[in-house]
């Protein structure tokens, strides 16, 4: 597993992180709090679908980039996401810990994630860890604002400086991405 990653652009505006993909059996772990997550199922999934097994009391909400939520009104969990997007991260917020997995196999690695101007959660694909400058190079430049993950560690320029205050990027995470 301990593999070099090819960086591609595929427009001024994507990037692809090429690599393992996760594996689609893995669980995603929720922490009490908010975090940012993503996951790699290769078709498209109804939200209620791919969360099922932790739309219980711990879950609160899940936002996408949009602000679209899937969330408890009443007794019934209302889906205002809609399907799951593969290249999306996700902010979560839960009550307690919880943890799920989606059936399904995973998406190809160098599939390209479109970043457009404002703020939008982004996925990671790979299995690995890797260095979020290596993950993200292909878009470190004058139209990044910063790079966001879930514990407020960014990367953003300092003075003439990118910083990469993130380390690693994990699989699992997602991440928000602020462009110009």
């Given at each position: 597993?301990?593999?070099?990653?090819l960086?591609?652009?595929?427009?001024?505006?994507?990037?692809?992180?090429?690599g393992?993909?996760?594996?689609?059996?893995?669980?995603?772990?929720?922490?009490?709090?908010?975090?940012?997550?993503?996951?790699?199922?290769?078709?498209?999934?109804?939200?209620?679908?791919?969360?099922?097994?932790?739309?219980?009391?711990?879950?609160?909400?899940i936002?996408?980039?949009?602000?679209?939520?899937?969330?408890?009104?009443?007794?019934?969990?209302?889906?205002?996401?809609?399907?799951?997007?593969?290249?999306?991260?996700?902010?979560?917020?839960?009550?307690?810990?919880?943890?799920?997995?989606?059936?399904?196999?995973?998406?190809?690695?160098?599939?390209?994630?479109?970043?457009?101007?404002?703020?939008?959660?982004?996925?990671?694909?790979?299995?690995?860890?890797?260095?979020?400058?290596?993950?993200?190079?292909?878009?470190?430049?004058?139209?990044?604002?910063?790079?966001?993950?879930?514990?407020?560690?960014?990367?953003?320029?300092?003075?003439?400086?990118?910083?990469?205050?993130?380390?690693?990027?994990?699989?699992?995470?997602?991440?928000?991405?602020?462009?110009?």
């Open positions: 597993v301990e593999e070099g990653y960086f591609k652009m595929f427009g001024e505006d994507s990037f692809v992180i090429e393992l993909a996760i594996n689609p059996e893995t669980p995603i772990d929720l922490e009490f709090g908010f975090q940012f997550i993503s996951y790699f199922p290769d078709y498209p999934m109804d939200a209620l679908e791919a969360f099922e097994s932790i739309l219980n009391d711990n879950l609160d909400f936002r996408n980039s949009q602000g679209q939520t899937l969330r408890k009104i009443g007794p019934n969990w209302v889906n205002g996401i809609g399907d799951w997007v593969v290249t999306e991260g996700y902010l979560v917020k839960m009550f307690t810990d919880d943890s799920f997995i989606i059936e399904g196999d995973a998406v190809d690695p160098s599939f390209p994630i479109s970043v457009s101007i404002g703020f939008q959660f982004v996925s990671y694909f790979p299995e690995t860890s890797m260095d979020a400058f290596l993950a993200f190079e292909t878009i470190i430049g004058d139209n990044l604002h910063f790079i966001r993950g879930s514990e407020g560690t960014m990367i953003r320029k300092i003075g003439p400086n990118w910083v990469n205050g993130i380390g690693d990027c994990q699989p699992g995470e997602g991440y928000l991405v602020k462009m110009f």
